[in-house]
């Protein structure tokens, strides 16, 4: 009986499958594990990669100095924009810069056409993740806490 594979079409065989294995070895790149910061950064504005470059935060409740806040008709459909680049608006016609700097603090400039001034607010980041950002205001005497849920 004679074999379907000769001892040559064997080698050739082996041959193809050791280049194919190296050229997924080669070919294969290695992912960078991204920081605390910049995870937490793409949480709440993207990772700036296609159709992921800015995220929308709609204001869920609030609450102020620890107490439950009923919102209006017009807070209820308040919404922050912030943009992977570090731009964001707001659904008030607010505009500006934002960051993270250091680990569950962000900050925010406003720059835009409404404000005459720049205002800087710092905010602790009490917990973000893809469906919820939730900040405490830090440069007030009174106790502002935001609850946001994504809306994208």
Known sequence: MKSIFSLNSFSTLKFAVCILLLSTLISCTKEEVASDIDFQRHLVGGTGSFQNTF???????????????????????????????GAYIDSDGFAGTWEISELNALSHITTGALATT??????????????????????STTKYEYFFIISN
């Open 118 to 139: 720049k205002l800087t607010s710092k905010y602790e980041i009490v917990e973000v993740n893809s469906a919820q950002l939730i900040l405490k205001l830090l440069n």
């Open 55 to 85: 995220k929308i935060w709609k204001l869920d409740s609030m609450a102020v100095d620890g107490k439950a806040y009923t919102l209006t008709t017009n807070q209820k459909k308040y919404t922050k924009k912030f943009y992977h680049s």
